[in-house]
C-alpha cells in the first residue's frame, strides 16, 4: 500500500492511493491518512482510488471513520467494481 498526500491551497488535500487495502495495510493506511489531515487540517479531502485495486471490509472501516471525522470528503477515480 503505498499513500500520498499532495496540498492545495483552492483544492484542499490529495491523497493518493496505491496497491491493496486489507486488514494487514489498512492500520498503515489510515495512520498515513489520519497523520496527512493532521499536517494538512483545512479544506476538502479528495482520496484518489485511481490505482487502488482492491479494498476489504477493513479498507472500508478506514473510509468511513475518515467521513465520520470530516465534513468534505469524496473519493474520485474508483473501479466500477
Do not use: W
Not at 492500520?27 to 476538502?44: C, H, N, S
Amino acid at each position: 500500500m503505498n499513500i500520498t498526500g499532495i496540498f492545495e491551497n483552492e483544492k484542499g488535500l490529495t491523497i493518493y492511493l496505491q496497491g491493496a487495502m486489507d486488514s494487514v495495510t489498512a492500520p498503515e493506511a489510515e495512520e498515513k491518512i489520519m497523520g496527512l489531515r493532521k499536517e494538512y487540517p483545512e479544506g476538502e479531502i479528495t482520496l484518489d482510488a485511481e490505482k487502488l485495486h482492491y479494498v476489504s471490509s477493513s479498507g472500508l472501516r478506514v473510509f468511513l471513520k475518515l467521513c465520520k471525522q470530516e465534513k468534505n470528503v469524496k473519493m474520485i477515480h474508483t473501479s466500477r467494481d
